[in-house]
């Protein structure tokens, strides 16, 4: 079956620096265009990042500009966040997502999330 897995979270001070990684398996990663969420306690869930299936087009919000970086890896089916200059209001559930071809419509996969929390 088709399984997202995040790693790399975890606690950290501001101004500090985690590499999130998104494993996937079960599906044709090359062909998938792949996003990172996040979502806080109370608040909307929200994208924070953006890369295509080639690798070559991403998308950041306004908020994550010059601190992350979204990359991809197609030989090890990975794709990975790196967040540098970490601020408080970065803490959140951190959630992949794969959407790729499927027979009719666009399929979507969701990871479980990994935990970021930046506090002193």
């Known amino acids: 079956q088709v399984q997202l897995v995040e790693s790399g979270g975890g606690l950290v001070q501001p101004g500090g620096s985690l590499r999130l990684s998104c494993t996937t398996s079960g599906l044709a990663f090359r062909n998938y265009a792949m996003s990172w969420y996040r979502q806080a306690p109370g608040k909307e869930r929200e994208l924070v990042a953006s890369?295509?299936?080639?690798?070559?087009?991403?998308n950041y919000t306004d908020s994550v500009k010059g601190r992350f970086t979204i990359s991809r890896d197609n030989a090890k089916n990975t794709v990975y966040l790196q967040m540098n200059s970490l601020k408080p209001e970065d803490t959140a559930v951190y959630l992949c997502k794969a959407r790729g071809p499927g027979p009719r419509f666009y399929y979507t996969y969701w990871g479980q999330g990994t935990q970021v929390t930046v506090s002193s």
């Open positions: 890369i295509a299936s080639p690798g070559e087009g991403t």
